[in-house]
């Protein structure tokens, strides 16, 4: 299953890093979202990351929209089985909208903690 997790990531990383260009919704997604929203939050939290500045909390805080917004991309563009994750040994199923509503969360603190 690491492997399928690696693999998933790697082509949700790429899709993202491409602007999602070419992504279809899969057909069982029901959610509404823009491809801007998740691409805006992807590109802000990586700028956050990469530029290294900011105190250890922001920079997580970062990391964690940053990651939210694969596993998010995962859910919206990839077969059902990349919904499948894998945390500290354990494989755990996510779904588009509980991510869209952690990623929306996390920006708005992310972009407050900014200020």
Known sequence: MHEDEDNYRNLALSALFKGL????????VAIEVE????LDAFNYSGDIIRSNLGKD?????ADDVF???VRLTRCLFFPKDARTIVLRGKEYEITAEQQLEVLRRNVIDLRQRES
């Not at 260009?21 to 069982?28: A, G, K, L, V």
């Not at 491809?35 to 998740?38: F, S, T």
């Open 57 to 61: 909390r922001y920079r997580m805080m």
């Open 21 to 28: 260009i070419d992504c279809e919704f899969e057909s069982d």
């Open 67 to 69: 990651e939210t917004c």
């Open 35 to 38: 491809k801007d929203e998740i």
